[in-house]
């Protein structure tokens, strides 16, 4: 597996910014995909999960307004992030969870290299 992140940059407070991140070696089927996030001198915390079969999983201070889906059939993900708010100003690392072999999960997991997203005025 190997993640490439796409989108993040600079935004306005209650604009809208999308991230994607595909695998691009796409040799396995991934169990789960999402995002984690990290601002300066805080703990890494999830922001949206996706698994294989479409369960969502979010952050409590996402909820609502983060939209995490993936492209069927292949291990990408993109994450919609609308009403932005400098609250969430952080660092966002893509994340493979788990490797689904011959229908058995297998524990694996990989990160990619973290993408900026800044919200200000």
């Known amino acids: 597996v190997q993640l490439v992140e796409s989108g993040g940059g600079l935004v306005q407070p209650g604009e809208s910014l999308s991230l994607s991140c595909s695998d691009s070696k796409n040799e396995y089927t991934i169990w789960a995909m999402g995002w984690y996030r990290q601002a300066p001198a805080q703990q890494r915390t999830l922001v949206a999960r996706i698994t294989d079969d479409g369960i969502t999983t979010y952050g409590e201070s996402v909820k609502g307004r983060f939209t995490i889906s993936k492209d069927g059939g292949k291990n990408t993900v993109h994450l919609l992030m609308n009403s932005l708010k400098p609250e969430d100003t952080a660092v966002y690392y893509c994340?493979?969870?788990?490797?689904?072999?011959?229908?058995?999960?297998?524990?694996?997991?990989?990160w990619g290299q973290g993408t900026q997203v800044t919200v200000s005025s």
């Open positions: 994340f493979a969870d788990g490797l689904v072999i011959d229908n058995v999960r297998h524990d694996y997991d990989s």
